[in-house]
């Protein structure tokens, strides 16, 4: 059990920062003349810098969420991790704001406003693919028992 959750947890975080990588990268190599510049040092930069927060907080609320509801069917799996994913976002989301106010940001000068505005646009795309990489993972890759042996005794047939 305690390998299954491990895993669970590497794979949904490693595939929704990936799958969140390639969108942020695809998005910026639109209006970029350094290809790997932007691959190796922009989109990292807004993953990890602008949504470090929520990615840290996700994690911690996967590791959480993933131990609660171990012996809970798949459903109550699912809601837990998107759930504990929007709330870790809007954590992000609120420190950002908060920092950006404090800093200046609400003086006249937008700039601060703007990088939450980055941030709120990175936020969604985290969100899709987060929600993405739970239900690939829970439903797909660690399939409930129940669904691997119906899968693989086939239909039943009525008599």
Do not use: C
């Not at 930069?45 to 959480?64: E, H, K, M, N, S």
């Amino acid at each position: 059990m305690v390998r299954r959750i491990v895993l669970e947890i590497i794979l949904i975080i490693g595939i929704a920062i990936a799958l969140a990588w390639l969108v942020l990268a695809a998005f910026a190599l639109t209006d970029s003349a350094d290809p790997v510049g932007t691959l190796v040092d922009q989109t990292p930069r807004v993953l990890f810098g602008l949504l470090g927060i929520a990615l840290g907080l996700w994690t911690v609320l996967l590791v959480i969420g993933a131990i609660v509801q171990r012996r809970r069917a798949v459903g109550w799996r699912i809601g837990t991790h998107i759930v504990s994913l929007i709330a870790a976002l809007v954590v992000n989301i609120g420190v950002l704001t908060v920092v950006s106010v404090v800093s200046g940001g609400g003086q006249g000068e937008d700039w601060g406003i703007l990088v939450v505005a980055i941030a709120v646009a990175a936020g969604g795309l985290l969100m899709v693919a987060g929600v993405i990489s739970v239900l690939l993972v829970e439903l797909v890759i660690l399939r409930p028992k129940k669904a691997m042996e119906a899968a693989a005794t086939g239909p039943e047939t009525a008599e």
